[in-house]
């Protein structure tokens, strides 16, 4: 075959980052799954992906699995396990795969990622969100990058380093003042949350 009618076989490869933690604590263990299409519907089990850390130095690989991502029919994928960082900050990193184990011609790629990198959280501060008709379940409750939801009792427990810290509580129809407060020890804070009035489709007529 010439090297013109190779170039025109040549597969395209997708990459595709998924599950990536929203924080991790410095010097913890998490894991983010990859996953590689060919755009020749081509089996990629079997072939390995890398991760590099933002001075391309490769951090940690895995292997795609023989079986496709449930739902798709060439989406091959794994599971790769990293470790955060020792400093906090954000930490960029990138999932690669070279293709270059295949019979079949491909070009690479890459998909860049990024994750919070947090202090190790040394006490655990239980949030309570109430209103007026009562504990306010499924609400997002927020300190930095860390966000944990509320139980149907409205509470939610965030894992939080020493210092300070700004909560902001989120769900659909309430509002609640962010909250500035110094964590030295386990603790807990309620959170008054008002419930904002429906808005009323007929008002833009009858105003």
Same mark, same amino acid.
């Given at each position: 075959?010439?090297?013109?009618?190779?170039?025109?076989?040549?597969?395209?490869?997708?990459?595709?980052?998924?599950?990536?933690?929203?924080?991790?604590?410095?010097?913890?263990?998490? $894991? #983010? !799954?990859?996953?590689? !299409?060919?755009?020749?519907?081509?089996?990629?089990?079997?072939?390995?992906? +890398?991760?590099?850390?933002?001075?391309? #130095? #490769?951090?940690?690989?895995?292997?795609?699995?023989?079986?496709?991502?449930?739902?798709?029919?060439?989406?091959?994928?794994? *599971?790769?396990?990293?470790?955060?960082?020792?400093?906090?900050?954000?930490?960029?990193?990138?999932? /690669?795969?070279?293709?270059? $184990?295949?019979?079949?011609?491909?070009?690479?790629?890459?998909? /860049?990622?990024? #994750? =919070?990198?947090?202090?190790?959280? *040394?006490?655990?501060?239980?949030?309570?969100?109430? =209103?007026?008709?009562?504990?306010?379940?499924?609400?997002?409750?927020?300190?930095?990058?860390?966000?944990?939801?509320?139980?149907?009792?409205?509470?939610?427990?965030?894992?939080?380093? !020493?210092?300070?810290?700004?909560?902001?509580?989120? !769900?659909?129809?309430? *509002?609640?003042?962010?909250?500035?407060? +110094?964590?030295?020890?386990?603790? =807990?804070?309620?959170?008054?949350? /008002?419930?904002?009035? *429906?808005?009323?489709?007929?008002?833009?007529? +009858?105003?």
């Amino acid at each position: 075959m010439s090297e013109t009618a190779a170039e025109t076989t040549r597969h395209r490869s997708s990459l595709a980052v998924w599950d990536i933690p929203q924080a991790v604590a410095a010097g913890e263990h998490f $894991s #983010v !799954k990859a996953g590689v !299409k060919s755009s020749g519907g081509c089996a990629l089990g079997g072939c390995r992906v +890398t991760v590099l850390d933002a001075d391309d #130095v #490769v951090v940690a690989s895995g292997l795609l699995g023989m079986d496709p991502w449930q739902g798709t029919d060439a989406l091959y994928w794994s *599971e790769i396990e990293l470790c955060a960082p020792p400093t906090p900050g954000l930490a960029s990193l990138a999932v /690669r795969f070279d293709a270059v $184990s295949l019979d079949e011609p491909h070009d690479g790629a890459a998909q /860049r990622f990024s #994750v =919070a990198v947090v202090p190790t959280p *040394e006490h655990t501060l239980t949030v309570t969100v109430a =209103a007026a008709d009562g504990p306010v379940a499924d609400a997002i409750v927020r300190a930095g990058p860390i966000r944990v939801m509320t139980d149907a009792e409205g509470r939610a427990r965030l894992h939080l380093a !020493k210092g300070r810290h700004e909560l902001a509580v989120w !769900k659909s129809g309430y *509002e609640a003042p962010p909250v500035p407060l +110094t964590v030295d020890a386990d603790a =807990a804070v309620r959170i008054e949350a /008002r419930t904002l009035p *429906e808005e009323n489709p007929d008002a833009i007529w +009858t105003g």
